[in-house]
């Protein structure tokens, strides 16, 4: 058995034995103890802070107005609106246990503790969703928009590619199948959203649904924090098993992230074809931008040509950068809880 084959165990609660710094992210010592001034990645401590400053509460963001709209969307926006909010609902349950699982093999507590805090976060976008949902339709529609994904065939293929990557994690945690289980999931928190973050965002500029689209860039604030705290355990895993770096992998993960915008473009044209307002092939680019990001958060390579700028400029005015360019949130409808951004965390452009 090779150290790549080797089954990941879980760090010991107390060890006296071992540094409070940690050897490695997994396989590594670890006391268990968490001095954030002496932690093997420092600038983890930074994130921390930011993931702190990024909570809110679904609640406390009035959804009357958008009550009042959603019977008078057209049937392609309620039937997107709706197809959409049940694929956010399973992203974020399968990311909810994801980083369950992720946790329970670093053997890096500052690490363990970062996952604590993005597992809580999936949580509240989970919530989200059912608190959307509950405002809008009727008790029963809403279990049924939360049955889609169980019987819709494009939902549930581009469900099971990201499932069926960290089942094998699950079933036989190695540096292996923990190396491409980060593949997968910086597919589903950093390209699986974002054609549905397009269509909320082309409801919002037409002053639809603004309540529900509000939400939506919480969650995409969150889920860059979360891309870019997994792309560093990508970027550090190599570091710490060079054995993981190989043509074989390297090809594994284009070969991955170029399925993974497939999927995301067939979903697009699949839910998004007769939405007014939203061009199919500037969004089938900016899916490959997205892409080429998510690549560079990883160290590698961009994958494709001709897309090195986000070609749907009208997405701007809704990136963090223009929410926190006022006081009160840019929907007009509550001061935002997050905090301002800045050069310690700036995020991902959109």
């Not at 997994?230 to 895993?237: R, T």
């Not at 007769?274 to 990883?298: M, T």
């Amino acid at each position: 058995m090779t150290l790549l084959d080797r089954e990941l165990s879980r760090q010991l609660i107390f060890n006296t034995e071992a540094p409070n710094k940690s050897t490695r992210i997994i396989l590594g010592e670890c006391s268990g103890i968490l001095n954030w001034d002496d932690i093997r990645m420092p600038h983890m401590y930074k994130l921390y802070k930011v993931l702190l400053q990024n909570h809110w509460i679904a609640d406390e963001i009035p959804m009357a107005k958008d009550a009042q709209q959603f019977p008078l969307l057209d049937e392609q926006e309620k039937h997107a609106f709706k197809i959409n909010i049940s694929l956010l609902a399973v992203l974020d349950s399968m990311q909810t246990m994801f980083v369950g699982d992720v946790k329970n093999y670093f053997t890096d507590s500052s690490l363990e503790a970062i996952s604590a805090i993005i597992a809580q976060q999936e949580v509240v976008h989970n919530q989200s969703y059912s608190y959307v949902l509950s405002s809008l339709v009727s008790e029963q529609e809403q279990k049924d928009i939360f049955e889609y994904w169980k019987h819709d065939r494009v939902l549930l293929e581009r469900n099971r590619f990201i499932a069926d990557i960290y089942q094998t994690f699950r079933d036989n945690p190695t540096p292996q199948t923990f190396f491409e289980a980060l593949v997968a999931d910086l597919i589903l928190e950093g390209v699986f959203f974002y054609s549905t973050f397009a269509f909320f965002y082309n409801l919002a500029r037409d002053q639809k649904m603004m309540a529900t689209s509000q939400m939506i860039s919480y969650i995409q604030r969150d889920e860059n924090q979360h891309c870019y705290f997994f792309g560093e355990v990508f970027k550090q895993l190599l570091a710490d098993f060079p054995e993981l770096n190989t043509d074989a992998n390297r090809q594994f993960v284009y070969n991955t992230i170029d399925r993974a915008v497939q999927l995301e473009t067939n979903w697009a044209h699949y839910t998004l074809k007769q939405v007014r307002g939203i061009d199919l092939r500037e969004l089938s680019d900016y899916i490959k931008h997205i892409a080429n990001r998510r690549l560079n958060l990883l160290g590698m390579e961009k994958l494709y040509e001709g897309v090195d700028v986000n070609c749907m400029p009208w997405i701007k005015p809704f990136s963090d950068e223009a929410l926190n360019a006022t006081k009160t949130d840019f929907f007009e409808a509550k001061s935002r809880t997050y905090g301002k951004v800045g050069d310690d965390n700036g995020f991902d452009e959109l």
